[in-house]
């Protein structure tokens, strides 16, 4: 971790789906006090809609064909390397790195989740909390570790659920601090020497 302190980080953004984070992350790559640089973007689905995002901002991107998922790590971590990678954000990545994976990176892994870690690990967040009567829920980024959802926590906001929250409702809310969280957590992790 001390050698990521004090430069501009190299970051891969790991996505499945829409992107939205990504794309805070790339917008956060722009402004001048910015120390990071989204280098490159993986993902698992050739549909993934945030692949217009890397496109449009000429980042360099792979489709991996998940359906090997050893051979599809192998490959990941070649291109990590040869982008000299720094450290991964996780984005809406719907596959679980294996631990063999996250041990041979060796640099930093983060991920963004939907809910007050450590409540409601894994999916359907926003539907456990309000069925739970929950009185807040919000978003977490923390470390990656082989156990889902589980690794050290970095970051996180609290958003109020109201009555007439549904589970659409409740994903918005918790989207929009998502975009501010994210980057948030990793000024965090860059000003911090140890954790
Ligand atoms: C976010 O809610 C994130 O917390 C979860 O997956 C969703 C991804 O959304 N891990 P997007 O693809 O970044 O828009």
């Known amino acids: 971790m001390e050698k990521l302190i004090g430069r501009n980080l190299n970051i891969s953004v790991f996505i499945s789906g829409r992107g939205s984070n990504l794309l805070s992350l790339i917008k956060y790559s722009k402004i001048k006090k910015s120390k990071i640089k989204i280098n490159l973007i993986i993902t698992n689905n050739k549909f993934s809609k945030g692949l217009e995002f890397a496109k449009k901002n000429k980042i360099k991107n792979y489709i991996i064909n998940y359906s090997k998922k050893k051979e599809a790590e192998h490959k990941i971590l070649e291109y990590l390397r040869k982008n000299k990678i720094d450290l991964i954000c996780l984005a809406g990545f719907m596959k679980i790195l294996s631990s063999s994976f996250i041990k041979k990176f060796k640099n930093p892994i983060l991920n963004i989740h939907p809910s007050l870690l450590p409540r409601y690990k894994g999916l359907n ?3 456990r909390a309000i069925e739970n009567k929950d009185k807040f829920s919000g978003a977490t980024v923390h470390f990656v570790t082989p156990k889902l959802d589980s690794g050290k926590i ?30 948030s957590a990793i000024e965090k992790i860059l000003k911090k020497s140890s954790f």
């Open 125 to 127: 967040t926003h539907r």
């Open 154 to 183: 970095i970051l996180q906001k609290k958003v109020r659920i109201l009555k007439s929250d549904t589970e659409k409702t409740l994903a918005k809310k918790v989207l929009k601090i998502e975009h501010k969280l994210y980057p």
